[in-house]
């Protein structure tokens, strides 16, 4: 195997006596789309800090790309971060931000704006060069911030929730626009984030964080379809968690089991229960079902047929629900096998 | 909220009867350094450069003025340095007694002007002047850096505390040694900041009287000392009035522009 871009090994870090990261060991690969997905107050932001420079483990080390960082100064690492506020220089202009990288390491002046138009052209902000940060949208900081990052051409980059001040739709887009952007360049990215569908949509691999330290690496599919913990399985997407004397009645076996709601069906026949809640979302209508066999149960439904006419009356029905043997997820069963 | 016409009109007449009581008097020196009469009969009858020329010819009022440049100056520098050096301290390090420092910096602007004086005054003869420094402009300039530094110093801290610390460490990130993100980040962010707090610092130090008194050397005399020194003097008085007026003037300016340094400039240090 290469040697992998990033290499943490037992990394902690402790604010006074509050223990933010708790012994973090994780390899990211050359060329990877890597996310660190978790709630806030999980130390993934803290471990991006740790990876970029701005703080200093308590113990462990930082290695990029097989060389040991942990003690260099942010300013001598081959990373550069997109911030979450962006951080855009104010003083100046959108290209003079952009080469600021490049005039600090003293790149002649004519190359180095050639480089930040070449940047900004990659962004699709080819024109902007002369505005203040200040006279331009959320969107368009949001870019700036990733061209002034990208011109340095690092080995790894590092993004601190860069969508997380951007309404959907654009959110969306530049969601798409981020992973086309990493196949161009075809460097690591490492993005930290709150939001479960940016993670799974744009990773190769996802970390997730719980209470500094990681719960579960995998592929999106492996983190969605196998969570190893009962809270991977409730913070990415939501999830059926079946536990105790209900478990026994409905799979007949003890443990933690978990079932997709998009994986249930109501039928005619199968695990009878009463609609306590419906949910009118759009494009899906969320049901919420007692099992008499005593677990609550959301089942996702698409709404091909149905209308919220129809769905009015159905709050108190009797109902059954059904599901494949092979949708119930034995929960940390996978990394037992 | 709306207020009744009579409630608006009422709050308008008081406003102005407020600013009229600051103002007019300041105008009234202004308009009897013109005055021909040398009695400054009311209303003026002629209008007169006389006491203008005559003042530009007074030497102690020239050399008064000189180092009332000279003290605010010197005083300004020192506040400059000092205040940011704490203001960089207090805000982004954490260290013992950190609230008790910046009580300490901020107390003088408060402490009465005598008080400070006094004991100034008899500091530098048990302590200082057995060093072989004697009072002279040098220790005017320390007596005013002494609460010019406050200007400063809540100037730049405001700054930095709106600023933060995230430009500095995406100039960091961005491959910039310390003394590159002091330059090129650090520096032009907090300039309007320390263009403000220098300039209310001049205008402080070149109005200050009473801590002068105390610790301005033989011989030295800023201008606010020499006005109050001829006062009294009833053939000084018109060439009195035209320092007054210059003062004035000299004050104002520096004050009006720290104001809008801070106003728009800060507003816009942060995107």
């Not at chain 1, 490492?190 to 964080?209: C, G, I, K, P, Y």
């Amino acid at each position: 195997m290469r040697t992998p871009a990033i290499h943490l090994a037992g990394l902690r870090k402790t604010f006074g006596p509050v223990e933010a990261v708790a012994g973090i060991d994780l390899e990211i690969a050359d060329g990877e789309f890597f996310s660190m997905l978790g709630p806030s107050g999980s130390g993934k932001t803290t471990v991006l800090r740790m990876i970029a420079g701005f703080d200093l483990p308590t113990a462990g080390t930082v290695s990029l790309n097989g060389r040991d960082v942990t003690q260099l100064a942010p300013y001598d690492r081959d990373v550069n971060t997109v911030f979450q506020d962006y951080a855009l220089f104010p003083h100046l202009s959108v290209i003079e931000n952009v080469e600021y990288g490049l005039k600090v390491r003293k790149v002649a002046r004519k190359e180095r704006r050639a480089r930040a138009e070449e940047a900004l052209d990659s962004v699709r902000l080819n024109g902007f060069g002369a505005r203040r940060p200040s006279a331009m949208s959320g969107g368009q900081r949001q870019r700036v911030a990733l061209a002034r990052a990208l011109v340095n051409r690092p080995r790894v980059l590092l993004l601190d929730e860069p969508l997380g001040a951007l309404d959907l739709k654009l959110r969306e887009q530049m969601q798409v626009e981020l992973k086309q952007i990493q196949r161009d360049v075809g460097i690591t990215f490492v993005f930290v984030t709150h939001d479960q569908d940016e993670a799974l949509t744009m990773s190769d691999r996802v970390a997730v964080f719980d209470a500094g330290r990681i719960a579960q690496v995998g592929t999106p599919e492996e983190v969605y379809e196998h969570p190893a913990t009962p809270f991977v399985a409730g913070f990415v997407g939501t999830s059926n968690l079946i536990t105790g004397p209900a478990a026994r009645r409905l799979t007949g076996r003890d443990g933690t089991f978990s079932v997709r709601p998009e994986k249930i069906t109501i039928a005619d026949e199968g695990a009878p229960g009463t609609i306590s809640e419906v949910i009118y979302a759009g494009p899906v209508t969320r049901f919420v079902v007692d099992l008499d066999a005593g677990v609550r149960m959301v089942v996702v439904e698409q709404n091909r047929r149905t209308g919220t006419a129809a769905l009015a009356g159905l709050r108190g029905n009797r109902v059954q629900l059904t599901w494949l043997r092979e949708h119930v997820i034995e929960i940390g069963a996978n990394r037992a096998a | 909220m709306t207020l009744s016409i009579w409630g608006r009109w009422a709050l308008r007449t008081v406003m102005a009867l407020g600013l009229l009581f600051i103002y007019l008097p300041l105008l009234l020196i202004l308009v009897n350094s013109f005055n021909g009469d040398r009695t400054f009969a009311w209303p003026p009858h002629d209008f007169t450069t006389q006491w203008w020329s005559a003042a530009w010819r007074n030497g102690g009022a020239r050399d008064a003025l000189w180092t009332s440049v000279r003290a605010g100056l010197g005083a300004t520098a020192i506040a400059l340095v000092l205040g940011t050096m704490v203001a960089f301290a207090v805000q982004r390090f954490k260290f013992f007694g950190r609230d008790t420092v910046s009580l300490l910096i901020v107390l003088p602007i408060a402490l009465p002007g005598i008080v400070t004086g006094i004991a100034l005054d008899s500091a530098w003869r048990s302590v200082i002047a057995p060093l072989g420094i004697g009072k002279g402009l040098f220790s005017v300039i320390v007596g005013h850096a002494t609460f010019c530094v406050v200007t400063v110093y809540n100037n730049v801290l405001a700054r930095l505390r709106r600023s933060g610390v995230s430009f500095e460490e995406a100039s960091a990130d961005l491959g910039a040694s310390p003394t590159q993100t002091f330059r090129y980040i650090t520096f032009p962010l907090l300039r309007s900041a320390l263009l403000a707090g220098g300039l209310l610092a001049f205008a402080l130090s070149f109005d200050e009287i009473i801590v002068t008194t105390f610790t301005a050397g033989p011989g030295i005399q800023t201008l606010p000392i020499w006005i109050f020194n001829n006062l009294f003097r009833p053939n000084q008085a018109p060439v009195v009035n035209v320092v007054a007026a210059v003062l004035i003037v000299v004050s104002v300016l520096p004050v009006w522009l720290a104001q809008r340094l801070a106003g728009p400039a800060a507003g816009a240090s942060r995107t």
